[in-house]
């Protein structure tokens, strides 16, 4: 069964710092990555997809990558009291049989306070 | 272009009632997933529905069913409701199998 793991936090920072969110992933055959911002009672909504080892940036928000050491990670640059919310990991690839279920983790609370 | 849609928003059922929860998914994605988010929880899966089909389902009893209709829209049927069940029910949809799940705005489901 694949897993997913997250810190649950909370994690928190001052407003205009970084905010550096982490994953790690037990299946070495996943093929894509991303993160999910979730905040309070609402559902979550895509940041970041990130395909291939390496840094992708978009904005504020940079994911980076490493197949080999099965870790994902999200930075947010001057993170802002709006970024407060849930984090979620999410992972995909081929089960037996073909299937692809994207496996969630339990998501990282992050806290940017003024 | 129109997101994931979902209705209910907030469904209150009593215990040993039925609900059905309903998506449509993004103009042209085929693949719909449903997932259960207890109070607190993560998101666990429930449903796959591909082109019409049941793909999979997650470690859930079979009063979770649902369907897929030629339009590719879902339904959720939750029989014997139970309190344990109560939880956000989001829809989600693909373009194809590694893409990014896009999610619904979710139906609330209350059993009393």
């Known amino acids: 069964q694949k897993e997913v793991e997250q810190n649950s936090g909370p994690l928190s920072v001052p407003e205009g710092a970084i905010a550096s969110l982490n994953c790690t992933y037990s299946?070495?055959?996943?093929?894509?990555f991303f993160w999910y911002r979730q905040y309070s009672g609402k559902s979550p909504e895509l940041i970041m997809s990130i395909y291939s080892n390496g840094d992708k940036e978009d904005g504020r928000f940079t994911a980076q990558l490493n197949k080999a050491s099965q870790y994902v990670s999200l930075l947010i640059r001057d993170s802002q009291p709006s970024d407060s919310a849930t984090y979620l990991c999410a992972v995909n690839g081929p089960l037996p049989g073909g299937s692809y279920i994207p496996t969630f983790g339990r998501g990282t609370s992050l806290i940017v306070h003024p | 272009e129109a997101g994931v849609t979902q209705s209910p928003t907030h469904l209150i059922k009593t215990r040993g009632q039925q609900a059905t929860l309903r998506c449509s998914p993004i103009s042209g994605h085929t693949s719909v997933y449903w997932y259960q988010q207890a109070l607190g929880l993560g998101l666990q899966f429930l449903l796959w529905y591909d082109e019409g089909e049941e793909r999979n389902r997650g470690n859930f009893p079979p009063r979770f069913s649902g369907r897929q209709f030629p339009n590719y829209s879902s339904e959720l049927n939750v029989n014997a409701l139970e309190l344990e069940d109560s939880a956000l029910y989001l829809c989600?949809?693909?373009?194809?199998?590694?893409?990014?799940?896009?999610f619904g705005n979710g139906t609330r489901l209350t059993v009393t």
């Open positions: 299946d070495r055959g996943s093929q894509s």
């Open positions: 989600a949809s693909s373009e194809v199998a590694i893409s990014p799940l896009h």
